[in-house]
Nanobody, 121 residues
Framework: QVQLVESGGGLVQPGGSLKLSCAAS????????MGWYRQAPGKERALVAA???????NYADSVKGRFTLSRDNAKKMVYLQMNSLKPEDTAVYYC???????????????WGQGTQVTVSS
């Protein structure tokens, strides 16, 4: 099993910044793609950004130019730097990761418990 623990959420004013972190632990042979999703009240969970094991990134159009995703493979962590935050960024943010427990094992998708981000004055 793999555990993902998010941190860094909170309350911030419009225009402010937050940095989310996600730490992976457990039975990990390799971490493949990792990313962040968010779910606002009454809406479906949606992709914010994803990063491959090689560092290639993909962003939702709504966050391009404001959010930056990065990862530290040695520390098994992924980070989401969020700048110029808007009220519509308010949501629960979830980290996810594809991981193998052994070299020939299947890829499994794991999710964190989520961290609340609230953008409000």
């Amino acid at each position: 099993q793999v555990q993902l623990v998010e941190s860094g959420g909170g309350l911030v004013q419009p225009g402010g910044s937050l940095k989310l972190s996600c730490a992976a632990s457990g039975s990990i042979f390799s971490l493949n793609a990792m990313g962040w999703y968010r779910q606002a009240p009454g809406k479906e969970r949606a992709l914010v950004a994803a990063i491959s094991s090689g560092g290639g990134t993909n962003y939702a159009d709504s966050v391009k130019g404001r959010f930056t995703l990065s990862r530290d493979n040695a520390k098994k962590m992924v980070y989401l730097q969020m700048n110029s935050l808007k009220p519509e960024d308010t949501a629960v943010y979830y980290c996810n990761a594809y991981s193998r427990q052994y070299s020939t094992g299947p890829l499994h998708l794991y999710w964190g418990q989520g961290t609340q981000v609230t953008v409000s004055s």
